[in-house]
């Protein structure tokens, strides 16, 4: 029998205490894409998208669909088996602040549709398990409750998580199956499709009846945010392998969550995609989720002031590589605003020489550099404009004009080879001995090719400064000869202290410190 199968990627980690609302132009800036295939299988879409670009089906699938992607492991397995495969979009906005009612609908609306109007074996979605909406905490569940009020009960619905998800029970409850990421920095994109694929494979043809459990535990978030390069991350994957290895057990997911979400159903989860004896299955993701509990002052990350960073930064030599130093606090990839300017400030101040910096996300300062020539110097208030309570602000500078251009680069790395995106309008400048480069659109640096792309060559450069949290380490740690973390103070400090959580249960670990469960 020949199965057809819908599938989608709707992604958003939403930053609540961010001031920048996500809208359609963030899902544009992002990536977005279409198919003609969905004029064909969504009523009205050309209404309801009418000033955004179709491509074709190949185009579509050259632009995502064989590099490290959800999207690229669905086709896979849509080939493996001789899917009917229906791809209605793929849409992700960077981190930032709630999704407004308009762009959630524009997204799902197509989604729903085209379920209404055809009949489908299964749904296989690309999400990420962190969306907050400006009308309910959880998206995902949203979006899932909108899906089975068309096609019921008995349809099977698999989706994959980032391991930054904020898993709700709701989600759990609409979703027959679930699969996270194993890897930070994210490299198994495509990995966790497949997997995701393969189990509602056995589902569509009657093999299996699986569900999914959810235990949680009452913190932010794991305490190392997941990490798996280091620390306990790696022998609770490993577990959780094994225990996929069961007959009855198909996924084990451990979400570290997303601590930048003031939600209910904040924090880090355990979920298992099984069936059989659940009784069992729960035992075990218990065992992990004490775990995640009773190693919650176990902190691999020692977050350094930007003056001592940059005193670091001052005295380092090393002929094994350039200096790392990622500003985990003005992380544009969890919803921090990319514009501190502390880092930047101390790191001049200090006389750093021979260094790059990047990026710093300031539109109105590209605009203005835009009009003029390459070799000029221009004076320019750079960043710290959009809150300087977080991270500073406008730094007074006289800078040279080293280079402009569109922003545009390809990916080179492990987690965005071979994939397109733009950082739009983007120039780079010399202030000191340190180039920056100043973008329009906020994104964290992940890849080698976001500074090659516009002439700055790290491996060149004696210090190295960028806008990261983790997944830096994937390109930036095998040319580093010494990798150091800090806090600007921007708005996604590690001192959670500093943030107004209003909707979290409490208590909860680590605003609340003396308690046990």
């Not at 535990?217 to 022998?235: A, K």
């Not at 995106?421 to 976001?450: C, K, N, W, Y």
Request: aromatic content about 8%; some cysteine.
């Amino acid at each position: 029998m020949r199965y057809r199968v819908l599938t989608a990627e709707v992604a958003h980690e939403t930053n609540t205490f961010s001031r920048i609302a996500t809208d359609e132009q963030a899902f544009r800036n992002g990536h977005f894409l279409l198919t003609h295939k969905t004029l064909r299988l969504v009523p009205n879409a050309e209404q309801l998208f009418r000033n955004d670009l179709f491509l074709l089906d190949q185009d579509a699938i050259a632009a995502r669909g064989s590099h490290n992607t959800e999207l690229a492991g669905f086709l896979d397995i849509g080939r493996k088996y001789s899917w009917q495969l229906d791809h209605i979009l793929s849409a992700n906005a960077g981190p930032s602040g709630k999704v407004t009612t308009a762009a959630f609908d524009w997204l799902v609306d197509p989604v729903v549709a085209a379920l209404e109007s055809n009949r489908y074996d299964g749904i296989l979605l690309g999400l990420h398990g962190a969306m907050v909406t400006d009308f309910c905490e959880d998206g995902e569940g949203e979006l899932l409750q909108r899906l089975r009020e068309v096609v019921g009960a008995k349809i099977p619905i698999a989706i994959t998580l980032d391991l930054h998800a904020n898993v709700t029970e709701k989600m759990c409850d609409l979703a027959n199956i679930i699969v996270s990421y194993k890897t930070y920095p994210h490299i198994d994109m495509r990995d966790c499709a497949r997997q995701a694929g393969e189990i509602l494979q056995r589902s569509l043809t009657g093999e299996i009846s699986p569900r999914t459990i959810r235990v949680h535990r009452p913190m932010l978030e794991e305490v190392n945010g997941g990490r798996t390069d280091v620390g306990p991350m790696i022998e609770r994957v490993e577990a959780a392998k094994a225990w996929e290895l069961r007959p009855d057990a198909y996924a084990v997911s451990i979400n570290a969550g997303f601590a930048s979400a003031d939600i209910v159903e904040v924090g880090p989860t355990v979920l298992v995609t099984a069936e059989g004896d659940m009784d069992a299955h729960r035992a075990f993701a218990e065992s992990l989720a004490d775990d995640i509990w009773k190693r919650r002052h176990e902190v691999l990350n020692h977050y350094l002031d930007v003056d001592s960073a940059a005193a670091i930064a001052r005295q380092f030599s090393s002929a094994e590589g350039p200096l790392v130093i990622a500003d985990y606090a003005d992380n544009p990839g969890g919803g921090g605003y990319g514009d501190s300017t502390n880092l930047l400030c101390a790191l001049l101040d200090a006389g750093v020489n021979d260094a790059c910096f990047g990026p710093m996300v300031d539109g109105a300062t590209v605009k203005q550099l835009y009009q003029h020539e390459i070799g000029a110097t221009i004076p320019v208030k750079l960043g710290g404009k959009t809150d300087p309570a977080f991270g500073g602000g406008p730094l007074d500078l006289t800078v040279e004009l080293v280079s402009k251009s569109d922003g545009s680069y390809t990916g080179g790395g492990e987690m965005i080879g071979g994939l397109q995106h733009s950082f739009g309008p983007t120039v780079v400048v010399r202030a000191g001995g340190i180039e920056i480069l100043i973008t329009t659109i906020a994104q964290q640096m992940l890849d080698l090719q976001q500074f090659k792309s516009f002439g700055i060559i790290p491996e060149a450069k004696k210090i190295i400064a960028l806008k990261s949290m983790q997944h830096f380490r994937a390109d930036f740690e095998p040319i580093a000869g010494q990798v150091i973390v800090c806090d600007s103070g921007a708005l996604c400090t590690p001192d959670y202290q500093r943030l107004e959580y209003r909707n979290v249960r409490r208590p909860i670990f680590p605003l609340d410190q003396n308690f046990e469960i």
